[in-house]
């Protein structure tokens, strides 16, 4: 041993436990958006999809759901892509019968570009030309919108809008979602039927594991696709926890203890970047969780020179999965934790939230409860949230909305009451769809939740 190693009081193999544990914690930090993905995707694959098909929810989603606060509002697909063979089409309907918003990402959920009315078409439709690193611009063919991906691999997150929450306009949007195409460039000519993986009804549960789950997923995906320049100071510090291109993924017995151990550790750091994301409203709990540096980032495909905001990155794909290219065009997002005393959501206390009336929206506003350790829908729940859609919702005299929380309805009350479980924490999410200027000029503003009791 060294002098200088003889001086820090540790041993050659303590010295490399702690080098092993900090590259482990770095390690989930950066790679959380890539295992958020390759998580759908083998929960698609357990369903018997692959790749170039779509897995949907025909209906309404329910708790089976386990995805990263998923909306329970709208018709879920979410069609996964490889462009290993060629470039990919993905085929939007114009938005005649209903409205499809969302957008491509590739694997690392950077934004390629967004679909629909708040995309590129701008609500006409057409034919989106998901191409493979290095495909050059000038052979895409006339027609189409090409969408140059970093990565070959690469999902995008589909909703069909509903006009009202009707049982006739949800059956009207499941069948326009259908409209939806992928299929290979090479087979254009006469492309065949697109599979649509259906999977309601079964428990599809892609919540990140802080276990050794996420270092199997995060090793299925470094070895998947050639190295980003951006990431290449990532090869040497993987490589000596057994994670490396070309090579399985099977750590010792001292490895695997440092990996345990380095993955709570990581989530506690996530946790705690959850708990001091500034406020959208000053002096109020509601926030947006991305920071204006990720939003930029993530925009530029994490290409924004001297930024590289892993950090944020990994709290956002910690609780949520997609990325917008343009975010607040088609739809917004806040979120709390907390009530207005600043104490954690208790699933075992009653609370309420009063939404004023005038709602900045051009479509509709919802609000949707989740799990706080796990970022999903309360498993078991029979109701995950209330929307300006919902069939029954009861308005004030002003025009505001009162909605309960808690482990049961208040009496008359249950066509506003969403169920919480003792126990449990968790947390509310609310979101806007076709927002308008007063939302984000703050003249109008979302209310604090309350304890009641």
């Given at each position: ?30 790679g ?21 098909q ?32 060629g ?38 439709g ?10 050059a ?23 069909s ?23 290979p ?31 199997e ?19 040497d ?22 990996l ?17 994301t ?79 009336a005038?709602?900045?929206v ?20 029979s109701?995950q ?22 482990p ?30 007063a939302?984000?000029?703050?003249t ?10």
């Amino acid at each position: 041993m060294s002098d200088l190693a003889a001086n820090s009081g540790l041993t050659p193999e303590q010295l490399a436990d702690r080098m092993l544990h900090r590259r482990a914690v770095d390690a989930v930090i950066w790679g959380m958006p890539v295992v958020n993905f390759d998580l759908m995707f083998q929960q698609m694959v357990a369903l018997g999809g692959d790749w170039n098909q779509i897995v949907w929810w025909p209906g309404l989603l329910d708790w089976k759901n386990q995805t990263l606060t998923p909306n329970p509002d709208v018709i879920y697909l979410m069609p996964f892509f490889n462009t290993e063979a060629g470039p990919v089409v993905f085929e939007v309907p114009p938005a005649d019968d209903g409205v499809l918003n969302g957008s491509v990402m590739d694997r690392w959920q950077a934004a390629i570009e967004d679909i629909g009315p708040g995309g590129v078409d701008k609500g006409k439709g057409g034919k989106y030309l998901i191409l493979p690193p290095g495909f050059a611009a000038e052979d895409v063919p006339e027609g189409y919108i090409p969408m140059p991906s970093y990565t070959y691999r690469g999902y995008a997150l589909v909703r069909s809008v509903l006009k009202s929450g009707s049982d006739a306009d949800v059956a009207t949007a499941i069948a326009y979602s259908q409209r939806l195409k992928v299929y290979p460039l090479a087979a254009a000519a006469d492309p065949p039927q697109t599979a649509y993986i259906d999977a309601a009804g079964t428990v599809f549960d892609s919540t990140i594991p802080y276990d050794m789950r996420f270092f199997e997923s995060l090793a299925r995906m470094v070895t998947a696709e050639p190295w980003l320049e951006r990431d290449l100071a990532m090869i040497d510090p993987l490589k000596t926890l057994g994670i490396a291109r070309g090579e399985p993924f099977a750590p010792d017995a001292r490895t695997t203890a440092v990996l345990k151990d380095a993955i709570v550790e990581a989530h506690g750091w996530i946790e705690t970047l959850y708990g001091v994301t500034p406020p959208f409203y000053p002096g109020k709990r509601w926030f947006f969780p991305a920071t204006d540096e990720f939003s930029k980032s993530v925009q530029g495909n994490f290409r924004v020179p001297d930024s590289y905001p892993t950090d944020n990155r990994a709290n956002n794909y910690s609780l949520a999965f997609f990325s917008a290219k343009h975010i607040g065009e088609s739809q917004y997002y806040l979120m709390v934790g907390y009530d207005r005393d600043g104490s954690p959501l208790d699933g075992g206390a009653s609370y309420r939230l009063n939404v004023p009336a005038g709602v900045p929206v051009k479509q509709y506003w919802s609000i949707t409860v989740y799990d706080r350790e796990t970022h999903a829908f309360i498993r078991e729940s029979s109701r995950q949230g209330r929307s300006s859609q919902s069939p029954g919702l009861a308005v004030n005299a002003d025009g505001s909305v009162d909605l309960d929380f808690g482990p049961s309805a208040p009496q008359g009350r249950e066509t506003n009451w969403i169920p919480t479980v003792a126990g449990r924490k968790f947390e509310l999410l609310a979101r806007f769809y076709g927002p308008e200027p007063a939302l984000f000029q703050k003249t109008w503003q979302l209310n604090d939740i309350e304890r009641t009791s």
